[in-house]
């Protein structure tokens, strides 16, 4: 195996860590992003204006 052919090889390994890295981030992102709309929703003040005493 040639120089070229190595370095060929190097290239499309990394390429191919490179799109799996961005997916992940992507993913992570979106699962972040899914967790503050959630607090969001479960912090916000309570409507219900016919409280007890």
Known sequence: ??????????????????????KRRKEQ???RAAGEANEQVLTTPETDTNKKP
């Open 29 to 31: 992102a979106k699962a």
């Open 1 to 22: 195996m040639g120089k070229s052919e190595q370095t060929a090889l190097r290239e499309q390994r990394l390429a191919a860590k490179l799109r799996e890295n961005l």
